[in-house]
């Protein structure tokens, strides 16, 4: 099969879906947006942990090479913005001009007045202000607050935390719990039921289940293009909406290649693809946001995994220690790998489940050169390298001590962490009060000890002007191939600073509308 | 070594690797019995015991308020959910059967040393001489623990054969592990067995948690 179009977005989540709407509403061209897992309508979502792995990368079995870190991502149409739980926060105005300052981003503005590269209105408030009136950013009413989340609110309050409530995409939520496994009702605005929807309509193509495994260069160094990319397309999952085109080999030639296939998937196909790499430093720097739950047992049941999942968080440490604390439950599957031990004490652990309440500490994680996406070429798989560093190792002890002392002061009569790791002369971190919550300072978070998972990856194809670390100018484009940009999660050259989801789709809109502006550039 | 289209393939390589690295180490029986590990394809008739017996363990089967649910049915799910007859399972497979092997737990086998020894290269760039620092250091540890497990509960061979309490320290064993391949291990069974029991509707009754919406709930 051959397709020829002008622009060619590869991967349709928080980044490709805003992409291919805007480029399709602010331009003729013709659009391509292609996705590596299937089309699956909130109809066909079954409200199952197991039900629902077809929805994720690896089946929701991907992790660092060692096992050691869960990193789930979306692998559908929609991407993370079909399996997430709804959070938002806007772009931090501080981390962009830090990356400013030390890596050279430029434009970015943060001023709603300014015209960025000439172009009248471009500008990140206005960007903003498109994404968050069209994926419906709001805080849910009172009412929709669960036992789980007002816990967590008397928690923080009984320790001096501040708290908020959590802004969220939905629409007219009716409080199911099940976000995480897609939003059965399409209540959950992501981008497949938003700006996808748009693209749609404005001419825009979704090729689904659609692998790419290749992105084709004419020229030799210096002077290297983009010609097209290659791939195939599989047979879609019963669940899945089907092709257009039949399973098999693909061709497409395009002027612009626009890679939004998230931090994984972006530098594993740069990998494959021979891209120029010559400061080693594609991959590199993988940004996680490693998070450890903290489990308290109540004694009255609650309404803990119905209603919205997270309503409040706080960010009372994110300026002083890096971390946040959010507010997260999960089903059972979930519950049961979190809970330490086996046989008879885990189960009456789990037979607590009504009277259980959680919450997350959430690390903004240090950048670093060794924690990386690599591509291996044995298994042809990508492989996530990840470390916690020691400052980082103590910054998350120090969130899980404040976090047990405030499990303790929502009222919770015992509190765990899901961990195997004897702290002080505990067996485990189990707490029976609060004062034994210092025994986190024992932690070590060795892999396979203590649960982390992660679900936010960023900044492995990183922007950096003046910086030797960006393969990618501010404009997102390659600095050593043209018309080859990678516009998502993994553009970032380091944390975001908060759950990305709105930082990427704002950086999306931005792009687009930047794209549209300066076709010429890219011969269009 | 060779596969039958004549390329060396990646799991045959590992196996002579393996071999190799454990010609001057561990004492006689321990060395045969793990070459023949690393040599033989595991059998579902050897891995399958192995793991009904880890599923009885994990899952309190003779608790009063345990579900109607019985070890085949974990076994069931886990035929459709992880297959363990799978080619990129066959690490897994191995993993049982040396998980039965109680002694082997306190053999310095190459194959692990190897494995954490590259874990610390590829996660943490250290130099040899830090990683041989380390790995003494998981060697002594794990030692010592077996030692402990040992004094406690006496000379055992198989986990499958031990009694009750004594398969449970051993399975926490690997747990308190040094050496990542064992935790794993551990963590990965605990995973996937509990992953098949509590996907039924029977466990969900047990433990309190009504299962799909019914949007009716909200009427």
């Known amino acids: 099969m051959r397709l020829k179009c002008d622009i060619v977005i590869i991967g349709s989540g928080a980044a490709g879906g805003v992409l291919a709407s805007t480029l399709a509403e602010k331009t003729d061209k013709k659009i391509l947006l292609i996705e590596k897992g299937g089309y699956y309508e909130g109809a066909t979502i079954v409200q199952e942990e197991l039900g629902a792995r077809h929805l994720f990368a690896d089946r929701g079995t991907r992790g660092a090479k060692d096992g050691s870190i869960a990193v789930r991502g979306g692998e559908c149409v929609g991407g993370g913005t079909t399996v997430n739980v709804a959070l938002c926060f806007d772009p931090i105005e501080s981390v962009w001009k830090r990356w400013k300052s030390e890596y050279g981003i430029d434009q970015y503005s943060f001023d709603p007045a300014s015209n960025d590269y000439g172009i009248s209105g471009l500008n990140m408030p206005n960007a903003l202000k498109h994404v968050r009136e069209r994926i419906n950013i709001h805080e849910p009413p009172d009412d929709m607050v669960n036992d789980n989340n007002r816990l967590f609110a008397e928690g923080c309050q009984s320790e001096g935390v501040s708290h908020k409530k959590f802004e969220l995409n939905m629409k007219n939520c009716i409080g199911c719990g099940f976000c995480a496994v897609g939003c059965k009702y399409d209540r959950k605005m992501g981008t497949m039921i938003t700006y996808i929807q748009d693209a749609i309509q404005n001419g825009v193509e979704v090729v689904h289940n659609c692998h790419i495994e290749k992105i084709q260069f004419s020229g030799q160094n210096g002077s290297k293009k983009t010609t097209g990319i290659q791939g195939e397309i599989v047979e879609a999952h019963d669940k899945s909406l089907p092709n257009k085109y039949p399973a098999g080999p693909i061709s497409i030639s395009a002027g612009l290649i626009i890679v939004a296939a998230g931090a994984v998937e972006a530098p594993s196909l740069l990998f494959r693809s021979n891209h120029p790499n010559p400061n080693d430093t594609l991959g590199r720097g993988l940004i996680l946001h490693p998070s450890l739950p903290i489990i308290g047992v109540q004694d009255k049941k609650l309404v803990n995994y119905r209603g919205i999942t997270g309503s409040m968080y706080s960010d009372h440490f994110y300026e002083s220690h890096g971390f946040y604390y959010e507010c997260l439950f999960g089903h059972p599957i979930y519950a049961a790998g979190m809970v330490p031990g086996f ?4 189960f009456d652990m789990i037979l607590k489940y009504p009277q259980i309440n959680g919450f997350g500490v959430m690390l903004v994680d240090t950048p670093v050169k060794k924690n990386r996406v690599v591509w291996d070429t044995y298994s042809q798989k990508p492989e996530i390298i990840y470390r916690l560093t020691v400052p980082d190792k103590d910054r998350l002890r120090i969130a899980a001590q404040k976090g047990v002392e405030m499990m303790f002061g929502s009222g919770a009569k015992e509190v765990m962490l899901p961990s195997e790791e004897p702290v002080g002369p505990l067996m485990r971190p189990h707490f029976n009060h609060r004062s ?42 390659s600095k050593y191939v043209k018309n080859l940009m990678v516009c998502d999660s993994s553009s970032f050259p380091d944390s975001c600073g908060a759950n990305p989801m709105v930082s990427i789709m704002t950086m999306a809109r931005y792009q687009g509308e930047r794209i549209s502006g300066e076709l010429a550039r890219y011969d269009l | ?24 180490c561990a004492p006689f029986y321990p060395k045969t019995r793990f070459i023949h590990l690393l040599t033989n394809d595991p ?25 109607a649910i019985t070890p085949e049915t974990v076994l069931k799910n886990i035929g459709i959910h992880f297959p363990l007859t799978e080619e990129r399972q066959e690490p897994f497979q191995r993993a049982f059967i040396l998980f039965n092997d109680i002694q082997l737990y306190k053999e310095q086998l190459p194959a692990i040393i190897d494995e954490e020894a590259k874990l610390f290269r590829e996660f943490e760039e250290l130099e ?49 592990s040094r050496f990542n391949i064992r935790r794993m291990f551990f963590n990965s069974a605990k995973g996937v067995i509990n992953a098949c029991a509590y996907c039924q509707e029977e466990m969900w009754d047990a433990m309190g948690y009504a299962g799909h919406f019914d949007p009716k709930e909200n009427r």
């Open chain 1, 343 to 346: 046989g008879t004490p885990h």
């Open chain 1, 436 to 477: 034994q919550a210092v025994h986190c300072k024992d932690l070590q978070f060795r892999p396979h000890q203590t649960q982390i998972t992660s679900a936010h990856c960023q900044a492995t194809v990183s922007m950096g002007e003046d910086h030797e670390t960006g393969i990618l100018n501010s404009r997102c484009e």
């Open chain 2, 1 to 24: 070594m060779l596969s039958d289209s004549g390329h060396i393939s990646r799991r045959n390589f590992l196996k002579a690797i393996g071999i190799l690295g454990l010609s001057s």
């Open chain 2, 43 to 67: 059998h579902p008739d050897h891995y399958n015991p192995i793991l009904r017996s880890l599923i009885n363990l994990v899952l309190p089967f003779d608790h009063p308020n345990f579900p």
């Open chain 2, 128 to 176: 040899k001489l830090e990683i041989q620092d380390r790995i003494n250091e998981f060697i002594k540890h794990d030692q010592s623990l077996f030692d402990a497990f040992e004094k406690k509960h006496g000379y055992l061979t198989s986990f499958m054969d031990a009694l009750k309490n004594a398969q449970s320290d051993y399975f926490n064993l690997w747990s308190q």
